[in-house]
């Protein structure tokens, strides 16, 4: 089932004809952000907000063409660039809101990547609610069981075709996620999640495309996928340091392969691994405020490139009620 019939609309996205970096924009929508975010275990306390600011810096200069890893020889290496917003809103202890709107520029390097234009703005709003339904000891630990649900759509009329410079794939997306973390009473923590995407339909600018047949329409199935996450982590310094080790996966239930020295389209069939590191620190002498870091490597895929991304940022927590009741104080 796609998500537009589920919904009964259409996104009204132009895609225009060549999105991925001569690969998928698909993998991008996955990248995660290591914050108070709808895939961990953390949750903010009721009437809390936490927001995020970020900046993400990837690249890449080669691509797997299906199982093939192939050299960007003719756009040479693509930058990506994402500034992400995103708020964590605490409405129960227990069930919390997000929403987030990343803004991404991409581009080639010179001399030969030079020669095309990249793309930039805002990419897709995203909306999720999570869930925590188990909290409670287990052993010399503490069992947490928690489910998301989030819905993303595109937020302007980005190429979603334009191949490897897209900024998105140009689709609406509904996923469920659940996630499981078991924490020892030393603070080292092992959390695991899978999750199932739910992606609609995006339209390109031309009448035909190939996806292992002919198809004489502008709009492009995008293929559903799943995806699973393992995280070893640890709190060090009385809870104000956070260290991770992640491995992600993802692969598409459908779709077609990269064709020889052709650009990638949205129905392609998208699978990767990937490795990463993140750190989180709190600080103890300005309440609510906190730094992260992070650092992600494909190790393997089809379709997709062979991308590595740094970022970093700031959250800050507040209590909403607190501050209402403070300024009412001073008036």
Sequence with gaps: MKVNKLFSFHTSKKGRALPFFEVLALFFLTIPLKAQTPSDALMMPSKN???????????????WEGS????????ATVDRN????????????????????????TESSEPNGGKFAGARGFQDIGFALKYR???????????????????????????????????????????????????????????????????GYTEAERDYYYN??????AW????????YEAILGKWLFDTSLKLELSYTSLASTSGD????????????????????????????????????AYHNRV?????????????????????????QTETTNEQ
């Design 49 to 63: 907000i936490c927001v995020l600011f970020s900046y993400d810096m990837g690249t890449f200069d080669r691509y």
């Design 68 to 75: 093939y890893l192939r050299s960007n020889e003719t756009i």
């Design 82 to 105: 994402t500034v992400l917003p995103m708020a964590a809103i605490g409405i129960l202890d227990d069930l919390n809101f997000y929403v987030s709107l990343p803004y991404v520029k």
């Design 133 to 199: 339904a188990i909290h409670s000891d287990l052993g010399t630990g503490k069992l947490t069981a928690l489910a998301t649900a989030g819905f993303s759509t595109p937020f302007t009329n980005y190429l979603s075709d334009y191949r490897p410079y897209s900024i998105g794939a140009g689709a609406p997306e509904f996923s469920l996620r659940a996630i499981g973390q078991y924490e020892l009473s030393n603070q080292f923590y092992l959390r695991a999640s899978l999750a199932h995407l739910w992606r």
């Design 212 to 217: 292992n047949g002919s198809y004489y329409t």
């Design 220 to 227: 492009m199935d995008v293929p559903n996928a799943w995806t």
């Design 257 to 292: 392969d990269i064709r020889a020295y052709n650009a990638a389209q949205p129905t392609n069939k998208v699978e990767f691994d990937r490795v990463g590191l993140s750190a989180q620190y709190f600080f103890k002498s300005i309440k609510g405020l906190g730094i992260v």
């Design 299 to 323: 190790v393997n895929g089809r379709n997709v490139p062979k991308f590595n991304n740094t970022g970093f940022g700031l959250t800050y927590q507040f209590n909403v009620i607190k501050k």
